[in-house]
């Protein structure tokens, strides 16, 4: 028996999809290469970053951009072998970072991360995740007096939004979070920040309840999606063929190439993101730290000490470069001198983003019964629980609770 729906893709965003279709009564079957949790959803920080609700794309960015570029370890890199096929991506994210694109992208960013905060908590609930919320908040910290007043125009819209921040002095970060460098005088702790106790164990655990609830999780790599009369045929690379009524794609970095046989071009990018866990005890992290100049957190999960960010635009293709992992740890023990940096675990791993910072939500092009999902960057657990909602009202017929024309996969 052929299942209303198939899901592709099993990282966080398709699994939280998958529960949110099953609550409304449809049979679901999440179809991934890997299985659950083998990709961005394993490695990343954790984070439930609601208050990022500027868009990467912006005026700022554009600024440090070419400063960083020329740092082939640095927070924002191109290798050489990626940078002439990545230069249409570039164009096109330059022309996102114009004071008016960043304005709509941000009122857009808003109400989805709006969105994602207000489904949390019932969806944790009801998957039975919710004792794996932290509510720790983050500290972002800066190593000049420059730094931070700069900083404050973009806390300012956060504020204006009902984010709450603290600006702090550095007795103030100290009562927060002994141990800090001395180069850091100033920081900006928000204590709304949330997270999970460790993502990849999250992710797992949203598999569990989706075969609890009876969903079927099945391996297999999708080359072709077709519409197929009053449904949606998916062509295995085996040459093995599946049908279901409606497809949600959710792929990660990899729906770009089946969305372009649905007729819709859509420039999808892959920030490799690198990381190092260190055991639990190697250092007292008390808050999610974010060195904002430098493009890393550290963070306290179940698993260890995370240290890990930067963004290497470098495709799917190309060796990990994991010096990036390195530099980033030699960095993150100067910053936090205490920081024991032996029998660590690098990773390295692959987020979707596309170039003015918002996710494709949406319909296909060729056919309504394919719904996209994908393109979150590094908000992907962020706003998984919001796409969710998302998706499920598309499916159902159901009216969305926010506006979707900035989400379009044909806006570009």
């Known amino acids: 028996m052929q299942p209303e729906v198939i899901v592709v893709g099993a990282g966080v965003v398709g699994l939280s999809a998958a529960l949110a279709l099953q609550m409304r009564g449809l049979s679901v079957t999440v179809l991934d290469r890997e299985g659950p949790a083998a990709g961005a959803s394993a490695g990343n920080a954790g984070a439930l970053a609601f208050s990022d609700i500027l868009p990467l794309a912006s005026p700022g960015m554009l600024r440090k951009a070419p400063k960083w570029l ?44 709006d969105l994602a905060r207000a489904e949390l908590e019932p969806f944790l609930a009801a998957t039975g995740t919710l004792p794996m919320l932290r509510k720790e908040g983050n500290l972002q910290v800066y190593e000049t007096e420059a730094e ?3 900083a404050l125009p973009g806390w300012q819209v956060r504020e204006d939004h009902g984010i709450e921040v603290v600006h702090m002095d550095r007795a103030a970060m100290d009562a927060l979070q002994p141990g800090l460098a001395p180069r850091f005088q100033r920081g900006t702790f928000t204590p709304g920040w949330q997270s999970v106790s460790d993502p990849k164990d999250f992710a797992l655990a949203l598999a569990d309840r989706f075969r609890a609830n009876g969903g079927t999780l099945a ?37 770009h190439f089946l969305a372009r046989g649905l007729g819709d071009r859509i420039p999808l990018e892959t920030e490799r993101g690198y990381n190092t866990t260190l055991p639990g005890d190697a250092f007292d992290l008390r808050t999610q730290i974010t060195f904002g100049g430098h493009g890393f957190v550290v963070t306290r999960l179940s698993s260890g000490i995370r240290v890990g960010g930067a963004v290497e635009l470098g495709g799917l293709k190309l060796p990990p470069n994991f010096r990036r992992s390195e530099a980033m740890l030699k960095k993150a023990q100067g910053f936090l001198p205490g920081l024991k940096t032996v029998d660590g675990k690098q990773w390295m791993g692959f987020r979707p983003s596309l170039p003015d910072t918002l996710p494709a939500i949406g319909k296909a092009r060729a056919t309504p019964r394919v719904t996209y999902a994908f393109g979150h960057g590094h908000l992907g657990l962020t706003q998984a629980t919001a796409t969710a909602r998302l998706v499920a009202d598309l499916i159902t017929g159901a009216p969305p609770p926010i506006d979707l024309t900035p989400f379009s996969p044909q806006r570009f």
Request: glycine share 10%.
């Open 219 to 255: 391996k297999g790599e999708v080359a072709a999606l077709e519409p197929s009369g009053d449904g949606v045929r998916i062509r295995l690379a085996g040459g093995e063929t599946l049908t279901a009524g409606q497809v949600v794609l959710a792929a990660g970095a990899h729906s």
């Open 148 to 150: 931070f007043r700069a």
């Open 70 to 113: 020329l740092d082939p370890l640095g927070p924002l890199t191109v290798p050489p072998a990626y940078a002439l096929k990545i230069a249409p991506w570039m164009l096109r994210f330059g022309r996102a970072c114009s004071p008016a694109q960043v304005r709509r992208s941000t009122v857009a960013q808003t109400a989805l991360m």
